[in-house]
Nanobody
Framework: QVQLVESGGGLVQPGGSLRLSCVSS????????MSWYRQALGKQRELVAL???????NYADSVKGRFTISRDNAKNTVYLQMNSLKPEDTAIYYC?????????WGQGTQVTVSS
């Protein structure tokens, strides 16, 4: 059973930065497509950023130019660098891994952007 564990969330002022990390316990991590999703209170979960096994990336329009997804296969870890944070980025952020039609989710980490 693959486990994904997120960390790095917290409270930050508007304009600030945070880096989220997600560590996978599974093997074949380099073959996984990894994503970050977020869910704000009262809203549906939405895709924030995706990185494929070939390191192709895709971003939601709302975070383009501010967020960067990356991966370190040697550490079984995917990152989300978040800069120029806005109050509307406040949400629980979830890590997702997809491999051979199987989806794995982390428990989520809270990000709150507020002054």
């Amino acid at each position: 059973q693959v486990q994904l564990v997120e960390s790095g969330g917290g409270l930050v002022q508007p304009g600030g930065s945070l880096r989220l990390s997600c560590v996978s316990s599974g093997s074949h991590f380099s073959s996984y497509a990894m994503s970050w999703y977020r869910q704000a209170l009262g809203k549906q979960r939405e895709l924030v950023a995706l990185i494929t096994s070939l390191r192709n990336t895709n971003y939601a329009d709302s975070v383009k130019g501010r967020f960067t997804i990356s991966r370190d296969n040697a550490k079984n870890t995917v990152y989300l660098q978040m800069n120029s944070l806005k109050p509307e980025d406040t949400a629980i952020y979830y890590c997702n891994g997809r491999y051979r039609s199987m989806d794995y989710w982390g428990q989520g980490t809270q990000v709150t952007v507020s002054s």
